[in-house]
């Protein structure tokens, strides 16, 4: 056992599965009704058990051999570093920000403890393409802004704490700018920004600019515009004093103007800002102008839709201990038809799946807790040790709308906490799963990480004194399946019989 297989074609699933043929003359007589139900269960097992070898097992326990090349394009650990966020494929570069260990043997050897950087790999073969180190945390990645170019590619906006922004060239990993201020007493350096938004060139420079949120001290906030080119300050207005909180920037096209929502203990209200430095607004640029919005619906409202079937998704509570997940899946007729509850779990953002040949469905991340509730072990630090299931349920359907539900992998984490902060952080996770054509064949692939720390010993929850977890090593996992190009074959081997 352990060996790989791929996903297998009819033909060879009857090889291995039928009865060897009889030398009899009634051999031709049809399957029972019986005999077919059991017939493509055990089709059926035999995938969901190859599906589950293909992402369940570790690569050394299955012995990665070339025959792997068929599923899995590649499969990529890195030490002393968490992948968080979601991962963009841009000029064949995946890229991913990180932030560095907290605990362990990797704790601040490749990134700083406070801080973490971003990584580049190479889409077709996972290997390194480079790293570019950060002192403070990186909080988002966005590589769809189409207004910002660096070498003919879009550059990538790294938004990090206190008040971290720069462009980043994707291929290169230079950085093409830093936020930076033209004087210190006019524009103060911006601090706790928000993700930039684009708007339409203000400094006529002819390359689109930013604007952002920045919060000083409480009732001490601005707008920060940004040279999309340079990096430089245009212009830093104060926001009105009676704002606590300032949120929710949006840029309106039409009238030019800026709306925010501010905050007092009272009550929240919309204010407006007009840019008046705005002159052209054609609308060619601004047809350019890609607003990460949209991705914002995809991922954060946890509702997605895959032809004329929904999921709906909820998390409630406190992992790891008070939450719970609720999944279904309905139909066009808004009917329940798959749905899934649990306790001490939670679900991470559904991907949608639209293959050729009309198979659409989704990809559902869980993750559930399963350490012991009554007892906490604990280091005399106070760190303690979660144990969590991660497991990949992809749900499809084919063109005349038959479900598929298969369990496509179960991996273990182990999680380390103190004080309510852990890594890996549940909400660093929630884009783990990405869908996108990583090699150029023309069907999609998935490329999924999950981050767990490695314990050096057989029972984690197994740890006596503070040193215990000094020898363990955190490490994020990237693997590349070909998702796609693979299900055909499923449902091939379900239908012919
Ligand atoms: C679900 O997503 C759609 C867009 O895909 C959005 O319009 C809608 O408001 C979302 N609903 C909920 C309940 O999040
Ligand atoms: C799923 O359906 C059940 C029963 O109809 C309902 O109680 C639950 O709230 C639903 N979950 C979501 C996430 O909508
Ligand atoms: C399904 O639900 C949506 C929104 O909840 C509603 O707009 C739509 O009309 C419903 N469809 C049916 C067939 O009930
Ligand atoms: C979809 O799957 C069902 C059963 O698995 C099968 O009977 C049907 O022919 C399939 N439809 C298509 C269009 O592949
Ligand atoms: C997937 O796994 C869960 C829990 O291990 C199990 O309850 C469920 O029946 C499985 N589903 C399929 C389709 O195998």
């Not at 700018?177 to 928000?194: E, G, L, R």
Request: net charge neutral.
């Amino acid at each position: 056992m352990g060996d790989y297989q791929r996903l297998q074609t009819e033909a060879e699933g009857e090889v291995q599965n039928a009865p060897q043929p009889r030398h009899n003359v009634y051999y031709v007589k049809p399957m029972s009704l019986l005999h077919r139900v059991a017939f493509i269960t055990s089709i059926l097992v035999c995938i969901v058990v190859v599906l589950f070898f293909i992402w369940g097992l570790p690569c050394e326990m299955s012995q990665c051999g070339q025959e792997n090349v068929n599923s899995i394009s590649w499969d990529r650990t890195l030490i002393g570093l968490e992948l968080k966020g979601r991962m963009h494929l841009v000029g064949g570069n995946l890229i991913a920000i990180l932030r560095g260990a907290q605990w362990g043997k990797s704790k601040g050897v490749r990134f700083p403890v406070n801080g973490g950087g971003v990584v580049a790999l190479i889409g077709k073969t996972g290997t390194e393409s480079y790293w570019v180190r950060l002192n403070v945390l990186p909080r988002y990645i966005d590589c769809s802004m189409s207004e910002l170019f660096a070498n003919g590619v879009r550059t990538c906006l790294v938004v990090g704490e206190n008040g971290y922004l720069s462009a980043l060239d994707p291929i290169s990993g230079r950085t093409v700018w830093n936020i930076k201020t033209p004087s210190v007493k006019t524009y103060p350096q911006p601090k706790d920004i928000d993700v930039p938004i684009p708007i339409p060139d203000m400094d006529s420079d002819g390359i689109g600019d930013l604007v952002t949120l920045s919060r000083f001290t409480k009732e001490h906030h601005r707008l920060a515009f940004i040279s999309g080119k340079t990096g430089y300050l245009i212009k830093e207005p104060p926001l009105s004093n009676d704002c606590l909180q300032v949120t929710d920037l949006k840029f309106d096209y039409a009238t030019s103007t800026l709306q925010y929502t501010c905050s007092n203990h009272i009550m929240s209200r919309q204010m407006s800002y007009e840019v008046k430095e705005i002159k052209s607004r054609s609308m060619k640029t601004l047809d350019k102008v890609i607003i990460p919005e949209e991705e914002h619906l995809r991922f954060v409202e946890g509702n997605n839709s895959a032809g004329e079937h929904k999921v709906i998704v909820s998390n409630s509570g406190t992992c790891p201990n008070d939450c719970a997940v609720s999944v279904n899946v309905t139909d066009f007729r808004n009917r329940t038809i798959w749905s899934y509850h649990s306790q001490r779990a939670y679900i991470m953002s559904p991907v949608s799946l639209h293959f050729k040949h009309s198979i659409s469905g989704f990809l559902l991340k869980i993750w559930q807790w399963h350490s012991p509730t009554e007892k906490k072990t604990k280091t005399a630090d106070g760190i303690s040790v979660e144990l969590i299931k991660e497991r990949i349920i992809l749900i499809t359907f084919n063109k005349s709308g038959n479900m598929h539900v298969v369990n496509a992998s179960q991996t273990d984490i182990i999680q380390l906490c103190y004080d309510n902060e852990c890594q890996p952080h549940l909400s660093f996770q929630t884009q783990s799963a990405l869908i996108a054509d990583l090699n150029g064949d023309g069907t999609q692939d998935l490329i999924s990480y999950f981050v767990t720390y490695k314990a050096n010993n057989d029972d984690p929850l197994l740890i006596s004194d503070k040193h215990s977890v000094d020898q363990w090593e955190l490490e994020s996992r990237v693997r590349v399946v070909r998702l796609e190009a693979e299900l055909p074959k499923l449902y091939e081997a379900v239908s012919k019989h």
